[in-house]
């Protein structure tokens, strides 16, 4: 049997909902980030779970790959379709299924995104809080245990998935947890299926946890004299117990990037952008004790937005930031770094990577969500010039190499895929081989998306 086999059989029951045409590929062999093309031999466009299982059902027969695809973003290759096979485009499932206004939870298929989950759910009070910037989908949100600016209040997809609808290897369709807010029973299969970048199964279907839409919202901007003076007003608030919704820290760089791209006139200078939720009196109290810890790291210029517009247009700035960096060179490639460290180590790990980006003479913009010791080096460079990108990737491997040594994580949020896949035996040892034990039980034909996140199969 082979991928034509799967093919064959795929279309007789999805006819023209699999496609092989030429823009479909190339549309589906992209990551955001510097991995090159690899598309797959065809896309499919299920519209149901059932038809999900009746595609890997026909793929595990043949042995072909199954990758599934939410938005695309795969920042570490994750969508990307290495060894071929069939790419399972969940765009067509796309709908909130279920909403529990009482019990705030919701149910919705793995194609929702997080803007028109929001949009459904605005007339109930609720929300659904994860917010990685992109307009990402909910289950490919789910698939790389996504976070991003909110995770310091409302934690990441980790904490934010009740249960799931999987399509495992060989076909059969299971669920993973309930609507209870608890459960003892078993092993937690959701939180095994949460991060597994699709190579356990396909997520056709997620119960989420929703939050109540807060009474009062505060957002401000806040320039320092250094990264460090920044950091340190980061460490305090969050030991002061002040409850922040978001934190965000740019460096000049990133501050200049985004002036030129979106017309903003910040000054040059180490900024932390932060938001405050709840009561009109809590975000009053909670900004004004921000504002005087801030003082005491030397904090100026204090810029407050809390008209809807303003604020919008200040996380908007935020979120664009990447595309910022990457257009004040025009042309170049990123190696999109992500590590993650204890909040007390946060300081030395930016100050270090800021003296590593300056001995290796490579451009690296630093942005990153602070209140969880979470930041980014955008690491810039000329993918035809191959002492460039053997100097980016030497600061990537020192910065991952940094957080380990100070007890982080070579990934907060974007995943492994396999763009970090090297570092996966340096983080967790002989546990890494626990997690192939896992791949090998439950895809023995290796055939969900091979090649990424565990132990390559001798």
Not at 212 to 224: I, L, M, R, T, W
Not at 314 to 336: C, D, E, F, K, Q
Not at 411 to 433: C, D, F, N, P, S
């Amino acid at each position: 049997m082979s991928v034509e086999d799967a093919i064959a059989e795929i279309s007789t029951f999805l006819g023209q909902r699999i496609t092989r045409s030429k823009s479909d590929l190339d549309l589906h062999g992209r990551s955001e980030s510097h991995f090159p093309p690899a598309p797959p031999d065809a896309v499919a466009y299920p519209e149901t779970t059932e038809e999900v299982a009746r595609i890997v059902k026909a793929c595990a027969t043949a042995g072909c790959p199954v990758v599934g695809w939410g938005t695309g973003t795969s920042l570490e290759g994750q969508a990307q379709a290495f060894q071929g096979g069939i790419c399972v485009d969940f765009s067509r499932m796309d709908r909130v299924l279920d909403i529990h206004q009482e019990d705030m939870d919701a149910t919705v298929q793995p194609g929702v995104t997080r803007e028109a989950l929001n949009r459904e759910l605005r007339a109930t009070g609720l929300f659904f809080p994860v917010d990685p910037g992109a307009n990402a989908s909910i289950g490919g949100m789910a698939s790389t245990r996504a976070s991003g600016t909110t995770a310091v209040r409302y934690g990441t997809m980790r904490d934010n998935v009740l249960g799931l609808e999987v399509v495992t290897a060989s076909g059969e369709v299971i669920r993973t947890g309930t609507r209870a807010r608890k459960s003892s029973s078993g092993y937690d299969l959701t939180g095994l299926f949460v991060g597994a970048e699709g190579t356990l199964g396909l997520i056709t279907e997620l119960t989420l946890r929703l939050h109540g839409q807060p009474e009062a919202v505060s957002s401000a901007v806040c320039g320092f004299d250094t990264v460090e003076a920044a950091v340190q007003a980061v460490i305090a608030t969050i030991q002061m117990g002040i409850p922040m919704a978001r934190i965000e820290l740019m460096d000049p760089d990133s501050v200049a990037a985004v002036n030129a791209h979106a017309g903003m006139t910040l000054p040059e200078r180490p900024h932390l952008l932060l938001e405050f939720h709840g009561s009109e009196t809590g975000v009053a109290e909670q900004a004004e004790t921000f504002g005087m810890i801030a003082a005491e790291h030397g904090g100026t210029g204090f810029d407050w937005a809390t008209r809807a517009e303003d604020r919008t247009a200040l996380w908007t700035m935020r979120h664009n930031a990447y595309h910022a960096i990457l257009a004040s060179r025009p042309g170049a490639r990123a190696v999109v770094t992500d590590i993650c460290v204890p909040i007390s180590k946060l300081a030395e790990a930016i100050e270090a990577t800021r003296a590593d980006l300056r001995a290796h003479d490579v451009p690296g913009p630093i942005l990153g969500h602070v209140g969880d010791g979470n930041f980014h080096a955008i690491l810039l460079f000329d993918e035809a010039d191959s002492d460039a990108v053997t100097r980016a990737k030497a600061v990537s491997d020192r910065m991952v190499e940094r957080a380990l040594a100070l007890g982080g994580t070579a990934t907060g949020e974007h995943g492994i895929g396999i763009g970090k896949l090297g570092y996966m035996e340096r983080e967790h040892g002989a546990a890494w081989g626990v997690m192939g034990a896992l791949k090998q039980a439950m895809d023995p034909q290796g055939i969900m998306n091979p090649g990424k996140l565990v132990p390559p199969r001798n």
